[in-house]
């Protein structure tokens, strides 16, 4: 006899663009599943009596987002998750994960959408009352000319890759942490900030480093963080062209995959 050990369903990249009409946009992408084993005969009987449809998922979510009116993506999506277990009391458990799809101002009613460096949150809400929940900036794209070597490293018949010290160097990053208390959140754009100050200003020995030395920077900083966590790959360009007057005047292009990848989490 099969047994069902977890099930779930839901919508997800549900769009969300809220204005006012005047000066406010609010633009997010939702995904939400919903967990319980009240679910369970529409798996393995076919019953949908208590099945919420997908469909009513996101007009459920538009709904919410029509009566919201504060930018915080962490707080949306808190609203969404009490809501709806308010309204569906055989969901044992709601998951959402909201992505900022990101603007930049350009005047009172006028915006430009921007491809990177993304405000991402993730709520989980359990029929008694617990909140599990993440928050974190994705694709970063972080470049500097100088501060960052890599040597010393092991060296043997595998090792290709010269020592190299004062490079430049180009990351793609990823950056998430956990509130100490949901209800009193760091500012996402400020520990942002912290960590692309913190690239500038360290000089390191590798990104392993780099990325230890954000985190230690950004727990200091910011003392309603428990953690911090980040994922990222060097992007360091190849070099194409090296004058022969000053070896430093040098012409890069994009590198070929494969990538490197550090991975890094820290706690208080």
Do not use: C
């Amino acid at each position: 006899m099969a047994e069902l050990l977890r099930i779930g369903y839901g919508k997800h990249a549900v769009s969300v663009y809220r204005t006012d009409g005047v000066s406010t946009l609010f633009a997010a992408e939702i995904g939400m599943t919903v967990r319980g084993q009240a679910f369970g005969p529409s798996y393995t009987e076919g019953d949908n009596t208590v099945v919420v449809a997908t469909d009513s998922m996101k007009n459920f979510i538009h709904m919410t987002a029509l009566e919201y009116d504060d930018p915080s993506l962490e707080g949306f999506l808190e609203v969404l998750a009490r809501r709806f277990m308010d309204t569906y009391t055989q969901a044992e458990r709601v998951e959402l994960h909201g992505r900022d799809v990101p603007f930049a101002r350009r005047s009172e009613q006028s915006f430009q959408h921007v491809a990177s460096d993304i405000g991402v949150a993730e709520l989980a809400l359990h029929r008694d009352g617990t909140i599990e929940h993440r928050s974190g900036r994705e694709g970063l794209k972080l470049m500097k000319l100088t501060g960052s070597s890599f040597e010393g490293f092991v060296r043997d018949e595998y090792t290709t890759l010269p020592e190299l010290r004062d490079r430049p160097l180009f990351v793609h990053l990823d950056v998430h942490w956990r509130n100490a208390d949901f209800g009193a959140r760091a500012d996402g754009e400020r520990i942002r900030d912290s960590v692309a100050m913190t690239f500038a200003a360290f000089d390191s020995a590798s990104i392993q480093e780099l990325v230890h030395w954000m985190g230690v920077k950004a727990l200091d900083a910011f003392p309603e963080l428990a953690e911090i966590s980040f994922v990222g790959q060097n992007r360091l360009w190849d070099t194409a062209q090296v004058s022969e007057a000053d070896a430093r005047v040098r012409v890069y292009t994009d590198p070929r995959p494969p990538y490197g990848q550090i991975e890094l989490t820290l706690a208080r």
